[in-house]
């Protein structure tokens, strides 16, 4: 049996691990081509995960927020266009989205009027700004919602259809 880690500052990989109560030999066991060596790099930040052992260790950790985790801050590529985004509640993410649309919603026809000449003037791009906000709040809250249904599922609060 392993032992316990003491380690302040955990890391959301080792985080997930021990919360599924696994020592890092039975994650490695579970994951199987990553191994308890690997993990601890990991895991003290040695390394950075490579992607697919990210998709690993969300599927053998049931954690669906290690993806967006991963790709917000660790992938140049994510972190530039992926938003960052945790597990909430059901019914707070459906809130957070039924605003932003409805914010949206106010912005549409002003986006319409700045888009119809195919560029954004001096003059329009205050509002062309707080509109793109209203999209990346929009985009925030699908990525909350992406994660709940898949830790959903995990947790069989997902129920399948008939």
């Known amino acids: 049996m392993g032992k316990r880690s003491t380690r302040e500052n955990k890391n959301i990989y080792q985080l997930s691990r021990e919360g599924q109560g696994l020592t890092r030999e039975a994650a490695s066991e579970r994951m199987i081509y990553i191994s308890p060596e690997r993990i601890e790099k990991i895991e003290s930040g040695k390394v950075i995960p490579h992607p697919d052992e990210v998709l690993t260790m969300e599927t053998g950790y049931q ?14 590529i994510g972190m530039k266009y992926v938003p960052e985004a945790s597990l909430k509640d059901f019914a707070q993410i459906t809130v957070e989205i039924l605003a932003a649309l409805n914010a949206m919603e106010k912005e549409k026809n002003r986006l319409i009027e700045i888009s119809v000449d195919g560029r954004v003037n ?25 994660i709940w249904v ?10 399948e259809a008939e």
């Open 63 to 76: 954690n669906p927020e290690l993806c967006n985790y991963y790709c917000t801050h660790e992938c140049p």
């Open 122 to 146: 001096d003059y329009e791009r205050k509002d062309f700004d707080g509109i793109l906000e209203k999209i990346n709040a929009i985009d925030r809250s699908i990525q909350g919602m992406r």
């Open 150 to 159: 898949e830790h959903a599922a995990n947790t069989g609060k997902l129920d």
